[in-house]
Structure formats: structure tokens, C-alpha cells
């Protein structure tokens, strides 16, 4: 017994050594990706902002191209609640199938790549129509992954019409925007309804498929305030910290299901409209992300099975302030580069 746990330390910190060297190499020298052409793809909160960025990266890297592909007033499906025609020629008029058009439907239409979850319709057919004169079948759905019940029964109808959802990419959120003390109650509730909750509700819908197929990709797009809160925005960095957590938990716990990982996204502040009005002090210094960016890259860190992702890279030097320094130093940091007023300004999305 002994000689079997001095064994487990000598081990133990070569296996470590040959890890961290093994990422300093994957840092230099290129990684293989990932085939993402026999994925299929469900975005939340995909109708703008980040969302209709990954839809556009996603079927730009390898998501299947349609053989023969039309725009929409030939080919895909028009969905509200569920999928549509899933795909089938319709009528230029009513929108309707013509009469026998399921059955001659080609097979490559039966599992879209991907699918668009979110609550605007608006914005919701403006990115499937995009992503469609890409030459990608897109469908898109209306949920509100804040309702439980709602979450369920959409999934049921996603895999009815459209398949085994394998790369499952939580992005949806809200912002309230506001300190605690004048947040409205049923503003927070749905932030953290959104923002948390939610995650757990799609994971729980499309998870167990991927266990059973052993293939299956879980992404979290969270945000680096998971890691160090604002004032002026207590909903959205609570639930963001609380998102974090999940993601962290259900990452380890996938360590012994082959074929199926997780990722989560810790970006910095992007410049799209739900954060509208947030000013930093010197945003030459620490300008927005663009969207495509952080979009680029998410779909990149699933290519290469990256667990988390720091965007931009800087940000790691945040997890180690937090750990070193005292909380009045950090408290310094905040108003240095006006991270503490940045939430004065803030309008959102309008």
C-alpha cells in the first residue's frame, strides 16, 4: 500500500508537467479541427448579436451545403413554434408544401445543421434567411428558454422535425441593467430564469441523446463579468457567475462519457446592442469585442475541444489579480478603469 501511493506521487506531477507541456505545444503548433459537416447545430438567443454571428461561422466552417440550394422563396422551411415545412418545396403564394412535396423531399434536408432558438421572430427570419442564401439549411424556432415547460416541448419538436441535436450552444441572455435596490423583482427573476435556469433546462432537453450517440458538444457563451461582477448590473453578473458554475460542474462530470465536452465562453465586453451605452475609462485601452470575433473563436474552441476560453487572452491575468491581491486593491482596479461607473451610462438594447 505503500509503495502504491508513493507511487501515485511521483506520477502525479509528471503527468502534470506532460500536460502543461502539451498545451504549450497545441499554443504553437496547429491543432486538428474538428468536422463539423455531420453536426447539427441548435443556437439560442440566435436571432442577433453574437447568435446570428455563430449561425454565419458555424455554416461558413463546415456546416453541410444544401446540393441545389435556392433562397427562401424555393426551398426551406418557414417556422413559428416548430419547424415549418422542414425543408420541402412550397407554394411561391400560400407558402404551403405542394401536394406531394414530403415525399419527394431529397434525404439531405431530414437534419438541418442548424437551428435557431430565440423570442423574436423578426430577428429569428432575418438570420435563417441569411443563413439560407448562405447555401445552409436554417430553421428557427420560438422559445423562451426561461420556460421549463416550454423548453421541453420544443426540443420535442425540433427532433421530430429535424433530428439529434449534437453541438448545443446556450447564448441566449438579458440584462436588467440596474443596482438591486432599484431592480423591478420580476426583472431579476428573469434574468436569472434566462440567463441560468435556462441553460439547465436545453442541457437537460438534448443532453441525454448525445450520451447515447457518444457524440455531443455543450457550449456556454458566459461572460468574464462571471469572474469579476459591476456594479449597476447585479442580475446579469449574478447569473453569470451562477452559469459558470453549472458549465464547471457539468464539464467535469463529462470526463467519462466518450464523445461528448463542453466549453464555456468568457468574453470581455462586445459590442452588440444588449450592453448599448457601457463606458469604460479608456476604451482605447480595453475596446469592445467585435461579435464576429467572439464568434470566430467559439466555434474554433469547439473544433478544438477547448473546455474554456478567454477572450482576449488578457483576461487570464484577471483570475490571478483576483487571487493575489487584496479586496481593497481590486476595489482600486475598479475605479482606476471605470468598471465601477461603466453602468451609468448604460441604455441597452432598444
Not at 505545444?25 to 454571428?53: C, F, H, M, W, Y
Not at 415545412?85 to 404551403?96: D, E, L, V
Not at 420580476?186 to 457524440?215: C, V
Not at 462571471?226 to 458554475?245: E, V
Request: net charge positive; with cysteine.
Amino acid at each position: 500500500m505503500v509503495w502504491k501511493w508513493l507511487g501515485a506521487l511521483v506520477v502525479f506531477p509528471l503527468q502534470m508537467i506532460y500536460l502543461v507541456v502539451k498545451a504549450a505545444v497545441g499554443l504553437v503548433l496547429p491543432a486538428k479541427l474538428r468536422d463539423l459537416s455531420r453536426e447539427n447545430v441548435l443556437i439560442t438567443g440566435g436571432g442577433r448579436g453574437i447568435g446570428r454571428q455563430l449561425a454565419r461561422e458555424f455554416a461558413e466552417r463546415g456546416a453541410r451545403k444544401v446540393p441545389g440550394h435556392r433562397d427562401s422563396r424555393g426551398w426551406g422551411p418557414k417556422a413559428r413554434g416548430t419547424a415549418g415545412t422542414g425543408g420541402a418545396p412550397t407554394c411561391c403564394r400560400c407558402r404551403n408544401p405542394r401536394p406531394g412535396s414530403e415525399s419527394r423531399r431529397p434525404p439531405y434536408f431530414s437534419a438541418p445543421p442548424i437551428v435557431l432558438w430565440g423570442r423574436t421572430e423578426k430577428c429569428l427570419k432575418e438570420t435563417t434567411e441569411e443563413i439560407r442564401q448562405m447555401g445552409t439549411e436554417c430553421h428557427y424556432f420560438i422559445c423562451d428558454v426561461g420556460n421549463r415547460e416550454e423548453v421541453y416541448q420544443t426540443a420535442k419538436a425540433v427532433r421530430e422535425k429535424v433530428g439529434d441535436i449534437t453541438i448545443l450552444v446556450n447564448n441566449a441572455a438579458v440584462v436588467h441593467g440596474k443596482s438591486l435596490m432599484d431592480s423591478d423583482d420580476d426583472a431579476l427573476l428573469k434574468s436569472q430564469h434566462i440567463n441560468t435556469l435556462g441553460q439547465f433546462w436545453t442541457t437537460k432537453a438534448f443532453l441525454p441523446r448525445m450520451l447515447e450517440l457518444q457524440n455531443g458538444h455543450i457550449v456556454c457563451l458566459n461572460s468574464v463579468l462571471a469572474l469579476s461582477a459591476i456594479p449597476g448590473a447585479i442580475d446579469y453578473c449574478t447569473s453569470k457567475a451562477s452559469a459558470f458554475a453549472f458549465m464547471e460542474s457539468l464539464t467535469l462530470g463529462l470526463l467519462d462519457c466518450p464523445g461528448v465536452s463542453a466549453t464555456t465562453v468568457l468574453p470581455f465586453h462586445t459590442s452588440t446592442e444588449m450592453f448599448q451605452g457601457m463606458r469604460v475609462r479608456f476604451p482605447n485601452l480595453f475596446p469592445p469585442l467585435k461579435p464576429e470575433t467572439v464568434a470566430r473563436r467559439t466555434v474554433e474552441a469547439v473544433q478544438l475541444n477547448q473546455a474554456l476560453l478567454l477572450l482576449p487572452w488578457t483576461m487570464h491575468a484577471l483570475i490571478i489579480l483576483k487571487s493575489i491581491l487584496p479586496q481593497a486593491a481590486l476595489e482600486e482596479i475598479h475605479k482606476f478603469s471605470g468598471t465601477y461607473t461603466c453602468m451609468n451610462t448604460f441604455k441597452g438594447r432598444t
